[in-house]
């Protein structure tokens, strides 16, 4: 009998059959992610039982061993370990672009610390899991396969509404085979799909303009066309990472020289920070480096900053150099788009990727449309039986009543009204309140919402272009929801030399020295104290500008954002009617007073900056009104301040726009868009004087010495002006902290050199107007107080009164109000005094 079971084979082809079988194994079920959902078999058998437990965002956090013990005893009967280093990882926010899971305990960092033990960490799913990977299981949306004991039936693919293979990247390495897909941005990425749906002939280079590279979570930069175009339209290619990097001066310690040093605030993707600086000291003590003197670690929760001092001898733009060419700060990423297509690995391109996602998308679109249109085909049934059952009311409760049993109740409704077995269910189980006439009238309209959703799902599945302007609909509000900006920046070029060089200050405080690399995507940003400096998109992501904030003391509010691409004219004013360009291509990382970009006759207490405006790339501005203590003003066009802002930039020297008369200041600038209809003049006292800017008016205030607006009161200055829509409105403000938005349509229209109207009622004779401002389109508004603190406010904050009302107050009682930000394209510059005396104050 043994001899039975004994069948004679070939070596080798049993060692090519079971070698076979052990790669697709390894391929199939544990290596590479599905192109569908972008997940491994492990990471998709995490979220779904973390679904099953119910982990929902809202819900408490559980014990991730738990989690692991259902996967491994359900779905995954493998090893615990690989089951929670595949949960660690998609909890990690420097592993994955969008984390899939929320933590709550040690999941590790970037030095390569390990996680806690399973017993002692948390986690629940996070929205983008819960709502973009998991939200329409339950619809019918994809098949279902029996587990590996077939006890439990689990998803052979999550009904993915986004396309996780790109945005969160996958690195795996199978039998003969690897993949590693860098993470994208989510904005990006559901660009390129809706251009895709909209154009399916759309060009690579159209496409690549839209998904012009990955986006790291650690930030670094990227240089354009350094193996991009390889990676994305053969799927496979060699991308260029380096670390950012910017110099300044440190103090090494009290009554020490300051240095120079190095300072690193962003790292290559998966390069771990201890790691780099253990080999970067290596390489200081064994002579490969020179020219470096100390290597601290001064990261924390703030974000890392390893800062690198240099000797006294030390060239730091050498140094920077050769930390670039000799270490892991600039290195490269070999991309694989390598995943599983109908369950075979396939090398794909990038449109490739986004094609088949479309089409499984729109697949469990379909699906979904068919299983809500049999839903409501059922309950709208039930309703029509309900319906016809309260017609002939009277008659089915002589049916019901004359049956013996319930199951004869049900047929003689059958039988005798003509409804089907679930209408005749529906109907016994009717309890007597739905008798009413107001349960009637209910079911109607539940009837006819019923009826109209039908035809809706009917339209479609019947017409595919109805059903992909639905799909481009969810993908925008799914980018709505979901999307940030981007971390890691894309460079025009690859420097090899180093990208800045440490401003030296002259005698006269003014900095020198080749221009920063600016990055593509990076952002001017001047603070509340007048400093500027160059910020990326995680550092302004991470200021919410967008939420309201309470009253606290933090880090200096931004005063004026402007994206430094396509590049802009920025231009300063200043108090004594001159201008200059502002040379804003020496910022960097770290913010420095304005002086220092300026011509060296500006920044002094007698002719301080007073407005900043940024002219020329992506802005509307096409008109500046310029405003003097004494109530004259000048219009001037912005292509003319634009002239002469190169004009003085070429020359070094400032020019001057407006003559004041003796002992007279320029106090406020007005950036007027090309359909602005209305000038809006403040004066301390509450008085708005509006003008129509007619061709005429324009006329008479295009002269050097400008002309005289209104007539001032003793002790009256002028506090604020606003170009805005005759529709719009202004935001109106008290230095008590009273605030009120009058719509400009309630102000009567004046003439040069009238008195005006009030406009605010004060409350307190103490209390006078701060300013004015045009209600934009950023939704907050940012107050700065007296004693340093800050908070922002939604529009909504600040009720709608004629002119005349007195506001209501925002601030607790006692706290002055120093300043109002708003967002735009023009920033007011705080006093000298101020920028000069409290450079290190925070707000």
């Given at each position: 009998?043994?001899?039975?079971?004994?069948?004679?084979?070939?070596?080798?082809?049993?060692?090519?059959?079971?070698?076979?079988e052990?790669a697709?194994?390894?391929i199939?079920?544990?290596?590479l992610?599905?192109?569908r959902d972008g997940l491994k078999?492990?990471?998709?058998?995490?979220?779904?039982?973390?679904h099953?437990?119910?982990?929902?965002?809202?819900r408490?956090?559980?014990k991730?061993a738990?989690?692991?013990?259902?996967?491994?005893?359900?779905?995954h009967?493998?090893?615990?370990?690989?089951?929670?280093?595949?949960?660690v990882?998609?909890?990690q926010a420097?592993s994955?672009?969008h984390?899939?899971?929320?933590g709550?305990?040690?999941?590790?960092?970037?030095?390569?610390?390990?996680?806690?033990?399973?017993?002692?960490?948390?986690t629940?799913?996070?929205?983008?899991?819960h709502?973009?990977?998991?939200?329409?299981?339950?619809e019918?949306?994809?098949?279902?396969?029996?587990?590996f004991?077939?006890s439990?039936?689990?998803?052979?693919?999550?009904p993915?509404?986004?396309?996780m293979?790109?945005?969160n990247?996958?690195?795996?390495i199978?039998?003969?085979?690897?993949?590693?897909?860098?993470?994208h941005n989510?904005?990006?990425?559901?660009?390129?799909?809706?251009?895709?749906?909209?154009n399916?002939r759309l060009?690579?280079e159209?496409?690549?303009?839209?998904?012009?590279?990955p986006d790291?979570?650690?930030?670094g930069?990227?240089?354009?066309?350094?193996?991009?175009?390889e990676?994305?339209?053969?799927?496979?290619?060699?991308?260029?990472v380096?670390g950012?990097?910017h110099?300044e001066?440190?103090?090494?310690?009290?009554g020490?020289?300051r240095?120079?040093?190095?300072?690193?605030?962003?790292?290559?993707?998966?390069l771990?920070?201890?790691?780099?600086?253990?080999?970067?000291?290596e390489?200081?003590?064994?002579?490969?480096?020179?020219?470096i003197?100390?290597i601290?670690?001064e990261?924390d929760r703030?974000?890392?900053?390893?800062?690198?001092?240099?000797?006294?001898?030390?060239?730091p733009?050498?140094?920077?150099?050769?930390l670039?060419?000799?270490?892991?700060?600039?290195?490269?990423?070999?991309?694989?788009?390598?995943?599983?297509?109908?369950?075979?690995?396939a090398q794909?391109s990038l449109?490739?990727?986004?094609?088949?996602?479309?089409?499984?998308?729109?697949?469990?679109?379909l699906?979904r449309?068919?299983?809500?249109?049999?839903?409501?085909?059922?309950?709208?049934?039930?309703v029509q039986g309900?319906?016809?059952?309260?017609?002939?009311?009277?008659?089915?409760i002589l049916?019901?009543?004359?049956?013996?049993e319930?199951?004869?109740?049900?047929?003689?409704l059958?039988v005798?009204?003509?409804?089907?077995p679930?209408?005749?269910?529906a109907?016994?189980?009717?309890?007597l309140r739905?008798?009413?006439?107001?349960?009637?009238?209910a079911?109607?309209?539940?009837?006819?919402?019923?009826?109209?959703?039908?035809?809706?799902?009917?339209?479609l599945?019947?017409?595919?272009?109805?059903?992909?302007?639905?799909?481009?609909?969810?993908?925008?509000?799914?980018r709505?929801?979901?999307a940030?900006?981007?971390?890691?920046?894309?460079?025009?070029?690859?420097?090899?030399?180093?990208?800045?060089?440490?401003?030296?200050?002259?005698?006269?405080?003014?900095?020198?020295?080749?221009?920063?690399?600016?990055?593509?995507d990076?952002q001017?940003l001047?603070q509340?104290?007048?400093q500027?400096?160059?910020?990326?998109p995680l550092a302004?992501?991470?200021l919410?500008?967008?939420?309201?904030?309470p009253l606290?003391?933090?880090?200096q509010?931004?005063?004026?954002?402007v994206p430094v691409?396509?590049?802009p004219?920025?231009?300063v004013?200043?108090?004594?009617?001159?201008?200059?360009?502002?040379?804003?291509?020496?910022?960097?990382p770290?913010?420095?007073a304005?002086?220092?970009?300026?011509?060296?006759?500006?920044?002094?207490?007698?002719?301080h900056?007073v407005?900043?405006a940024?002219l020329?790339g992506?802005?509307t501005t096409?008109?500046l009104?310029?405003?003097?203590?004494?109530?004259?003003?000048r219009?001037?066009?912005?292509?003319?301040?634009l002239?002469?802002?190169a004009?003085?930039?070429?020359?070094?020297r400032?020019?001057?726009?407006?003559?004041?008369r003796p002992?007279?200041?320029?106090?406020?600038?007005?950036?007027?868009?090309?359909?602005?209809?209305v000038?809006?003049?403040?004066?301390?006292?509450g008085?708005?004087l509006r003008l129509?800017v007619?061709p005429?008016?324009?006329?008479?205030l295009?002269?050097?010495?400008g002309?005289p607006?209104?007539r001032l009161?003793?002790?009256e200055?002028?506090v604020?002006?606003a170009?805005c829509?005759?529709?719009?409105?202004?935001?109106?403000?008290?230095?008590?902290?009273?605030?009120?938005?009058?719509?400009?349509?309630?102000?009567?229209?004046n003439r040069?050199?009238?008195?005006g109207?009030?406009?605010?009622?004060?409350?307190e004779?103490?209390?006078?107007?701060l300013g004015?401002w045009p209600v934009?389109?950023?939704?907050c508004?940012?107050?700065l107080?007296?004693?340093?603190?800050?908070c922002?406010?939604?529009w909504?904050?600040?009720?709608v009164?004629e002119?005349?009302?007195?506001?209501?107050?925002?601030?607790?009682?006692?706290?002055e109000l120093?300043?109002v930000?708003?967002?735009?394209e023009?920033?007011?510059?705080?006093?000298?005094?101020?920028a000069?005396?409290h450079p290190s104050?925070r707000?």
């Amino acid at each position: 009998m043994v001899s039975d079971r004994i069948v004679p084979t070939s070596l080798r082809e049993e060692m090519e059959r079971s070698y076979l079988e052990y790669a697709m194994s390894v391929i199939v079920g544990r290596a590479l992610p599905d192109v569908r959902d972008g997940l491994k078999p492990v990471q998709r058998r995490i979220l779904y039982a973390m679904h099953e437990l119910g982990l929902t965002p809202e819900r408490p956090f559980r014990k991730c061993a738990r989690v692991v013990g259902d996967v491994l005893g359900k779905y995954h009967p493998h090893g615990e370990t690989a089951v929670y280093d595949a949960l660690v990882r998609q909890v990690q926010a420097f592993s994955s672009r969008h984390p899939l899971l929320q933590g709550h305990g040690n999941f590790g960092s970037v030095d390569d610390d390990p996680p806690a033990a399973m017993r002692y960490t948390e986690t629940r799913l996070a929205p983008l899991a819960h709502g973009a990977l998991l939200g329409e299981l339950a619809e019918d949306t994809v098949d279902f396969t029996a587990n590996f004991d077939g006890s439990q039936q689990e998803p052979a693919v999550l009904p993915a509404q986004l396309p996780m293979l790109l945005l969160n990247g996958c690195t795996g390495i199978a039998v003969g085979m690897a993949t590693n897909i860098p993470p994208h941005n989510l904005g990006e990425v559901v660009d390129g799909l809706v251009a895709l749906l909209r154009n399916p002939r759309l060009s690579d280079e159209a496409l690549l303009q839209l998904i012009p590279g990955p986006d790291f979570p650690t930030g670094g930069e990227i240089p354009v066309g350094s193996g991009l175009r390889e990676a994305y339209l053969q799927g496979r290619g060699s991308i260029r990472v380096r670390g950012v990097a910017h110099l300044e001066a440190v103090q090494p310690g009290k009554g020490r020289r300051r240095r120079h040093a190095v300072v690193v605030t962003e790292l290559p993707y998966q390069l771990s920070k201890a790691n780099w600086i253990e080999k970067l000291a290596e390489q200081v003590n064994d002579g490969r480096l020179s020219g470096i003197a100390d290597i601290r670690d001064e990261s924390d929760r703030e974000g890392l900053r390893v800062v690198i001092e240099l000797r006294r001898d030390g060239r730091p733009e050498r140094v920077l150099q050769e930390l670039f060419r000799r270490t892991a700060l600039q290195s490269n990423f070999g991309a694989i788009l390598l995943a599983l297509v109908d369950g075979q690995p396939a090398q794909l391109s990038l449109r490739r990727v986004l094609e088949i996602f479309l089409e499984f998308r729109e697949r469990t679109t379909l699906r979904r449309y068919r299983f809500a249109l049999d839903k409501i085909s059922q309950r709208l049934e039930v309703v029509q039986g309900l319906l016809e059952a309260l017609t002939q009311l009277q008659r089915v409760i002589l049916l019901v009543s004359q049956a013996p049993e319930a199951a004869r109740a049900a047929a003689a409704l059958q039988v005798q009204l003509g409804l089907s077995p679930a209408q005749a269910a529906a109907v016994l189980a009717m309890p007597l309140r739905r008798l009413t006439g107001l349960e009637r009238q209910a079911l109607e309209t539940e009837r006819q919402e019923l009826e109209a959703a039908q035809d809706q799902l009917h339209l479609l599945l019947d017409n595919r272009n109805s059903r992909v302007e639905a799909l481009i609909q969810q993908l925008q509000q799914l980018r709505k929801r979901y999307a940030t900006p981007r971390r890691t920046r894309l460079l025009g070029r690859l420097a090899t030399a180093a990208p800045a060089t440490v401003a030296e200050p002259t005698s006269s405080g003014r900095q020198t020295g080749v221009p920063v690399a600016i990055p593509e995507d990076g952002q001017l940003l001047v603070q509340a104290d007048g400093q500027l400096r160059l910020a990326s998109p995680l550092a302004v992501s991470r200021l919410q500008l967008e939420q309201p904030a309470p009253l606290a003391s933090r880090p200096q509010p931004p005063r004026c954002l402007v994206p430094v691409r396509p590049e802009p004219r920025i231009v300063v004013f200043s108090a004594m009617g001159r201008i200059a360009s502002l040379r804003w291509e020496r910022t960097a990382p770290q913010p420095r007073a304005l002086a220092h970009f300026l011509p060296e006759k500006l920044g002094g207490q007698a002719d301080h900056p007073v407005q900043l405006a940024a002219l020329g790339g992506s802005t509307t501005t096409a008109g500046l009104a310029l405003l003097s203590d004494d109530g004259h003003c000048r219009w001037l066009k912005a292509a003319d301040v634009l002239e002469l802002a190169a004009r003085s930039r070429s020359s070094g020297r400032t020019v001057t726009v407006f003559k004041l008369r003796p002992g007279r200041a320029l106090c406020r600038v007005a950036a007027c868009p090309e359909d602005v209809v209305v000038l809006v003049v403040a004066t301390s006292c509450g008085r708005l004087l509006r003008l129509d800017v007619t061709p005429d008016l324009l006329q008479e205030l295009d002269s050097p010495a400008g002309a005289p607006l209104l007539r001032l009161l003793p002790r009256e200055t002028i506090v604020g002006a606003a170009c805005c829509e005759g529709a719009g409105q202004l935001l109106l403000a008290t230095r008590h902290g009273r605030f009120k938005r009058l719509p400009v349509g309630q102000l009567a229209s004046n003439r040069r050199g009238d008195l005006g109207q009030i406009g605010l009622r004060f409350l307190e004779r103490s209390d006078s107007l701060l300013g004015l401002w045009p209600v934009a389109d950023h939704p907050c508004f940012t107050l700065l107080t007296g004693d340093h603190r800050s908070c922002r406010f939604p529009w909504e904050q600040a009720p709608v009164q004629e002119c005349g009302g007195a506001g209501e107050s925002l601030l607790p009682a006692g706290v002055e109000l120093a300043d109002v930000i708003i967002l735009g394209e023009i920033a007011q510059l705080p006093p000298p005094l101020f920028a000069n005396h409290h450079p290190s104050r925070r707000y």
